[in-house]
């Protein structure tokens, strides 16, 4: 099953924007037409949806380490320094070290996948993003047996991150999923949107994207990821653990403590465009559902 989202791309395969934009048949198709561009369950339920533009994508978004407004990112992530740059890799892993971006993902199979994304402010695009599973990441250095959780940091760099200067949140900001989820096939490492590099207010040069839980555990400019037994630390549960779980599946059922959670306002639409239903995992609930069979899902926001 895991192939369903695998394919061959490379980067030279990646469709033009103006492309990308006409693609409409190819989504209706369903997951089974999707070979090269993964949307789960979501193919199916909402047929006919279409990736927003790039400059919805790359002008609407949170990175607090740039300030807290939606515009902020674009408008002061640009000093954002991303070359050279080096992931620190650790823990219960057979090859720790400090890799290059290029020695740590060089060779491996860049996918285009087109994926939901769900804020947890309810608020929601859909991206196309290029990028490698995470599992081919920690293939290659080796996940040891001990390895419960993978644990992720960002890049801190205070002369020119106005929201670390101002500490909005406790930083680096960190996040962290259970191993199991961070190897299942949808979780995406992803380095380019539209076949362009990632911007830098959207996570360059390489970021986490998770699409069926709430866009914050998708972490970005990444600089660790170490492979550890005990849950780790998570930024936004540490801020207000009331609020914030760890877990922080998309779950229509289950409001956040001070808005709800069971519709979404999709960015382009308008000011005054209807909202539309939040589906369960993000639409993704074929795929991923199994993770957390027994699980009390009301407790896990």
């Not at 047996?145 to 101002?166: K, L």
């Not at 914050?216 to 990821?225: C, T």
Request: net charge negative; proline share 7%; aromatic share 10%.
């Amino acid at each position: 099953m895991a192939h369903r989202w695998r394919n061959t791309l490379t980067t030279a395969d990646v469709t033009p924007e103006a492309y990308w934009l006409n693609r409409r048949q190819l989504i209706a198709g369903g997951a089974s037409g999707l070979g090269l561009a993964a949307l789960g369950g979501a193919a199916h339920a909402n047929t006919g949806l279409e990736p927003n533009t790039w400059e919805e994508i790359t002008s609407y978004n949170n990175y607090y380490e740039f300030g807290t407004g939606k515009e902020d990112p674009a408008r002061n992530a640009g000093g954002l320094r991303t070359e050279p740059w080096t992931i620190t890799v650790d823990g219960l892993v057979d090859n720790p070290g400090e890799y290059s971006l290029d020695d740590l993902i060089g060779g491996l199979t860049v996918e285009e996948r087109i994926y939901r994304f769900r804020c947890v402010e309810a608020w929601s695009m859909v991206v196309p993003w290029n990028g490698i599973e995470l599992a081919d990441i920690l293939n290659r250095v080796g996940v040891q047996a001990g390895a419960r959780y993978v644990a992720f940091e960002t890049a801190v760099q205070p002369d020119v991150m106005i929201g670390v200067r101002r500490r909005v949140l406790p930083f680096p900001y960190v996040e962290g999923l259970r191993i199991d989820e961070a190897m299942h096939p949808l979780t995406l490492m992803a380095t380019g949107i539209y076949g362009r590099p990632i911007p830098n207010q959207n996570g360059a040069p390489i970021r986490l994207v998770v699409p069926w839980k709430y866009g914050f555990k998708s972490i970005k400019s990444i600089v660790r990821i170490s492979l550890v037994t005990d849950e780790p630390p998570a930024s936004w549960n540490r801020a207000a653990p009331q609020e914030y779980g760890f877990y922080s599946n998309v779950n229509p059922n289950v409001d956040h403590p001070r808005w709800s959670q069971a519709t979404e306002r999709r960015v382009g639409g308008g000011l005054f465009a209807k909202r539309i239903p939040t589906l369960m995992f993000n639409g993704y609930e074929d795929e991923v559902a199994g993770l957390y069979e027994g699980m009390d899902l009301s407790r896990y926001y």
